[in-house]
């Protein structure tokens, strides 16, 4: 007996021993991960304390020796005597803090994640491919090498990367790495490009084409321009100033030709995520005063870039210095160089345009070969790609073949899923293009002609790029390789069959909206309109709602004797210009209906609110579901489909049907055998509004205060390992507000620039320099965002400089 149990209990430990380290599908092996050697043990980090410990470092493909000091809160402040080692460094430190992040998203824009993901995430790679993210950067990284700063920069950056790379051992991978089972593999420059179409895909990969040509079907064109109007018809403040002159001679328009879509049903957005709804929240902010505004003398800039709020962030602190450049600021780790950031002589942020940069083609094949497809009355070839997705547990590869035409890439093809037909995408994404130059230049820039002459070699995404420098100017440009269109154009979808309806050249760059030195002293953008409807070119018919842009303008005009906690202050502001639009009209409303307590009690504290969408407040969270449901509530019985893409007028167009148009055929509810006014779809969305309410968080208490009913929630990037999320947010704001601070959107960086004879900035964003969950940098910064301080940021003017903020140096040199 005693034979049989030992035998029994060696098979089992046998049996768990070969369990636990074997793959089972796309599961890792468990083994290696909970390894006392190998495993998530090896990956916690001590507490930082304060030392002049200096670490020597001996590295392969260095040039010159490399000195790194770093601060209190984990930037490496890198000092370098040519570009490629300072990007050496660069790409050295940024992956032994975020290496992980980085394979991750190159992995994802490269159509990869099931290598390491399994079959879940088969379509998602299906539509990487299909969107030509590999054929973008690889004709991006053909620009890009051609050119020898960036060249230099790129091949600088990848040799950092892999140096780091090469010298771990499996304990030192980073969690992720360990908890998914697989290794990291060595960077290349084309990693790079496809970090640079991950953002574009991220800020300009959206379009309403089917949602506007399958609303034209149903309503009419009359209908649809009427309720999609081109330009805001209630309120707009936009980015270049109205009455801006434009001191240039347009290029002749292209004439209008009216698409003739198929009449049948469109593609469902659920195929085609592009098509899906832009998110409030996914902005920007950017401004900047003037010397006369600032009591400082010199201009100050502020720039707060509204993105999905993850951990780790999605940008990394550093300063770059070279005997040709010193500048500080973010980087996206996985593209050298600095984004957003300032030197001893000017500063620069961005903000996204939403320029319409994204049109889809209906294409007719010839057959279901896909060899040959019509164009102006023949049939021309394709051209075909094919795209091998390796699925983590599978033998064989799947085999994507993407079919090329004249326009893009085909996406759906006619018969697949939701019927519908054959789309191909023209997408800026997929135009050459060196933007890598732009940030390099803006990095070495000395004043605005350098910021002009900078923008020149941006392709996209569209930004509008704030500027100010000691020469005491402010700029605004609303910049990217914008195709020459004529107005509408891609609004709907196009005719692949066309030549009239193919892209009729660019823009010319000098062209692009701009402004220096306007007369009221300061210069903003928040995505809303770009310009007022005089300027020649189209850009697009559809941009943020305004209100953002509008609180700015109104606080920015009023500002005097501006300090950076003048603009930090304005970066949290959480007032609603929304609110005070139409809050009054709605309470109006509800005066002639008969409320019952519950009703009395929230109507009271609508009445009574400040419009300020603090932490505490419950009039937010009634006043946000309240007016969602309205919304709804209004167009949602004419303008919603189960199977096709759809979308809601703009929030204007809305405000100004309920302010101006109380008569309107929108607001009786065909659903419905009664006709609906609009003090029924108000009262009734009201009541609904509270109902919601209470059934998620009981009856009127401070559980309904904004930031519990708001719940910003802070996502490890893998959306799954809850562990890894930032604890509970308690903050106001709100979409439509300057604090721009949703559910999972927000700023994900605040900075605020003092210029002068010694810039002094200040930032962060919510989460920290390390991208280890084990790290006491993973997440060290989020208590000050969440209250809404900054963080002095040390500039350096040489690796000998002395403050109490430096901890350890790093002595990089050659093997």
Not at 135 to 154: C, H, I, Q, W
Not at 521 to 531: I, L, P
Not at 610 to 621: C, K, N, Q, Y
Not at 739 to 756: D, F, I, K, Q, Y
């Amino acid at each position: 007996m005693k034979f049989l149990k030992a035998a029994i209990s060696l098979l089992v430990a046998l049996g768990l021993v070969f369990a636990l380290n074997r793959p089972w599908g796309a599961l890792p092996a468990l083994g290696p991960f909970i390894s006392p050697f190998t495993g998530f043990w090896q990956n916690g980090e001590p507490l930082l304390a304060d030392s002049t410990e200096t670490v020597e470092l001996k590295l392969d493909s260095l040039r010159e020796s490399v000195t790194i000091r770093y601060d209190d809160v984990g930037v490496p402040h890198i000092f370098a005597t040519n570009t490629f080692d300072v990007y050496y460094a660069q790409g050295y430190v940024t992956a032994k803090d975020r290496l992980w992040q980085m394979d991750l998203q190159t992995r994802a824009a490269a159509g990869r994640l099931s290598e390491v993901l399994g079959n879940a995430t088969v379509e998602m790679d299906r539509r990487s491919r299909r969107m030509g993210m590999g054929y973008g950067a690889e004709v991006n990284l053909k620009t890009a090498m051609s050119d020898p700063v960036s060249r230099e920069a790129l091949l600088g950056y990848t040799a950092g990367i892999n140096t780091y790379i090469r010298q771990l051992k499996p304990k030192d991978f980073p969690i992720e790495f360990k908890l998914l089972g697989y290794e990291p593999e060595l960077w290349t420059p084309l990693k790079c490009m496809y970090m640079l179409e991950q953002m574009t895909l991220t800020l300009a990969g959206r379009a309403d084409d089917l949602a506007m040509t399958n609303l034209m079907k149903a309503l009419g064109k009359d209908s649809v321009d009427d309720i999609f109007p081109n330009y805001p018809k209630l309120m707009e403040s936009p980015i270049i100033p109205a009455g801006t002159p434009w001191n240039f001679t347009p290029l002749p328009i292209p004439k209008a030709t009216a698409a003739k879509p198929d009449s049948g049903s469109m593609v469902s957005w659920r195929s085609l995520p592009l098509s899906e709804p832009n998110v409030e929240g996914l902005g920007s902010n950017n401004w900047a005063v003037s010397a006369e505004k600032s009591a400082t003398g010199y201009p100050i800039l502020a720039n707060d870039p509204h993105l999905e709020l993850t951990l780790p962030s999605i940008w990394y602190q550093v300063q770059l210095t070279t005997p040709d450049m010193n500048v500080y600021g973010v980087s996206l780790p996985g593209i050298p160089g600095v984004v957003i950031g300032f030197n001893k002589n000017v500063a620069w942020g961005v903000t996204n345009v939403d320029a319409d940069v994204l049109d889809l083609y209906q294409i007719t094949f010839r057959d279901s070969s896909h060899t040959e497809y019509k164009y102006n009355n023949a049939w021309q070839k394709t051209r075909k790609r094919e795209e091998l997705i390796v699925v983590k547990g599978l033998d064989e590869p799947i085999r994507e073949m993407v079919v090329y035409t004249h326009h893009g890439p085909v996406l759906h093809y006619e018969g697949e899923s939701h019927h519908g037909p054959s789309l191909a995408v023209k997408w800026i994404g997929h135009e050459p293009g060196n933007s890598f130059k732009t940030f390099y230049e803006l990095n070495i820039a000395k004043n605005y002609d350098d910021y002009r002459q900078a923008l020149t070699h941006y392709v996209g995404p569209a930004q509008n790029f704030i500027f100010a420098d000691n020469g005491k100017n402010i700029a605004m440009t609303v910049n990217g390789k914008f195709p020459l269109k004529w107005k509408e154009q891609g609004k709907y979808v196009l005719d692949g069959s066309n030549p009239a309806h193919d892209w009729q050249g660019w823009i010319p760059a000098d062209q692009n909206p701009h402004v220096k030195n306007p007369v009221r002293g300061f210069v903003s953008s928040a995505n809303q309109s770009s310009t007022a409807p005089d300027y020649p070119y189209y850009i697009n018919w559809r941009f943020a709602p305004s209100e953002r842009g509008i609180r700015i303008n109104e606080r920015l005009d009023r500002m005097t004797a501006a300090t950076a906690d003048s603009l930090r202050d304005l970066q949290n502001d959480n007032f609603s210009v929304l609110a005070r639009t139409i809050l009054p009209t709605l309470l109006t409303y509800l005066n002639s209906r008969p409320l019952n307590a519950s009703q009395k009690a929230a109507y009271q504290v609508l009445e009574s609110w400040d419009m300020i969408h603090s932490p505490e407040a419950l009039a937010p969270s009634i006043f946000d579901e309240w007016t969602n449901r309205l919304a709804t509530a209004i167009w949602k019985d004419e303008l919603h489909s189960d199977s096709l893409s759809f979308r809601y007028p703009t929030r204007d167009r809305t405000l100004y049907l309920i302010l101006n148009e109380p008569n309107a055929v929108w607001f009786d509810d065909k659903t419905t055998a009664a006709k609906e006014t609009i003090g029924d779809i108000v009262y009734g969305s009201f009541k609904a509004t509270l109902d919601t309410l209470t059934s998620k968080h009981g009856p009127m208490s401070p559980a309904w205060q904004w930031a519990t009913v708001k719940n910003t929630e802070i996502r490890h990037l893998s959306r799954l390992l809850k562990p890894f999320n930032a604890p509970p947010v308690q903050n106001g704001g709100g979409g439509s507000m300057v604090n721009a601070t949703t559910r999972h959107h927000g700023p994900s960086w605040r900075m605020v620039v003092e210029l002068g004879p010694e810039p002094k900035a200040y930032g962060l964003y919510p989460g920290g320099q390390s991208g280890n969950p084990g790290s006491p940098l993973y997440s060290s910064m989020l208590d000050k965002w969440e209250k809404g301080e900054l963080n002095p940021l040390l500039y350096l003017a040489s690796p000998k400089d002395t403050n109490p903020r430096l901890t350890s140096t790093w002595i990089l040199t050659k093997k």
